[in-house]
T-cell receptor
Framework: DIQMTQSPSSVSASVGGRVTITCRAS??????LAWYQQKPGKAPKLLIY???SLQSGVPSRFSGSGSGTDFTLTINTLQPEDFATYYC?????????FGQGTKVEIK | QVQLVESGGGVVRPGTSLRLSCAAS????????MHWVRQAPGEGLEWVAF????????YYADSVKGRFTVSRDTSKNTIYLHMNSLRPEDTALYYC?????????????WGQGTMIAVSS
C-alpha cells in the first residue's frame, strides 16, 4: 500500500499570508494526486487534481505542484475562508490513501 | 446540480449489520466509478471501498475487507455499502463520492454523509 505523509499537521498563518503544505508518497504515484479542502461539518471539496490542475471555480491563489513522490499545495494571499483542513489523496492505485490532513489556523 | 445523497446510518450494536445507500442524480450514473470514504469523529479521511461503473470491479480497505461489500444498482442510480460484523472502530461519517476519470481519477463530487455509531 502507498502511504501518504502530509506535513505539517497544523500551521498558523495570517490573512494575506502564504501557506505551503507537502505530501510525500511512499512510492511513486506519477501525477495521480488530488488536494481537498474540508471545513467543519462539511464534505471535502476538490481543489487540485492531476497534481497541478485547478478545479473549476477554485480561486487561482491555490496551486499544486509535484510528481512522483513529492507534492506541494500552496495557498497565496490567504483569505478568511481558507482557514480549514486540507488533505491530499493518491489516486494512482488501490487502496486509495489520504494524507493525515493539515489544519490551517488563523495567527 | 449533480447530487449524491446518502442514507441508512444510525446507532447499532457491535457485531450487527447495516446497509448504507447513496442515490445519485443529475449525471449519467452508469458512466462513473464510485467510492465510499469515512471519517471518524475528529479524525481524518479514510478511503473505504470502490465500485467500478459497471459494478464488476470492487476494491476495499484492509480495515473492512471481508466485512463490507459495495454494490450498485444502475436502474436505481444507487450504490450500496453492506456492512457486516460492525465494530466500534467503524463509527464514522460515511461519504459516498464520485470519481472523475478525466481528472486523473480524482474524487470530484461528495455526498453530505451519513453517520454510523457502533456502540453497546
Amino acid at each position: 500500500d502507498i502511504q501518504m505523509t502530509q506535513s505539517p499537521s497544523s500551521v498558523s498563518a495570517s490573512v494575506g499570508g502564504r501557506v505551503t503544505i507537502t505530501c510525500r508518497a511512499s512510492q511513486g504515484v506519477r501525477s495521480y494526486l488530488a488536494w481537498y479542502q474540508q471545513k467543519p461539518g462539511k464534505a471535502p471539496k476538490l481543489l487540485i487534481y492531476a497534481a497541478s490542475s485547478l478545479q473549476s471555480g477554485v480561486p487561482s491563489r491555490f496551486s499544486g505542484s509535484g510528481s512522483g513522490t513529492d507534492f506541494t499545495l500552496t495557498i497565496n494571499t490567504l483569505q478568511p475562508e481558507d482557514f480549514a483542513t486540507y488533505y491530499c489523496l493518491q489516486t494512482n492505485s488501490f487502496p486509495r490513501t489520504f494524507g493525515q490532513g493539515t489544519k490551517v489556523e488563523i495567527k | 446540480q449533480v447530487q449524491l445523497v446518502e442514507s441508512g446510518g444510525g446507532v447499532v450494536r457491535p457485531g450487527t449489520s447495516l446497509r448504507l445507500s447513496c442515490a445519485a442524480s443529475r449525471f449519467t450514473f452508469s458512466n462513473y466509478d464510485m467510492h465510499w470514504v469515512r471519517q471518524a469523529p475528529g479524525e481524518g479521511l479514510e478511503w473505504v471501498a470502490f465500485v467500478s461503473y459497471g459494478g464488476s470491479h470492487t476494491y476495499y480497505a484492509d480495515s473492512v475487507k471481508g466485512r463490507f461489500t459495495v454494490s450498485r444498482d444502475t436502474s436505481k442510480n444507487t450504490i450500496y455499502l453492506h456492512m457486516n460484523s460492525l465494530r466500534p472502530e467503524d463509527t464514522a461519517l460515511y461519504y459516498c463520492a464520485r470519481e472523475e476519470s478525466g481528472m486523473y481519477d480524482a474524487i470530484d463530487i461528495w455526498g453530505q454523509g451519513t453517520m454510523i455509531a457502533v456502540s453497546s
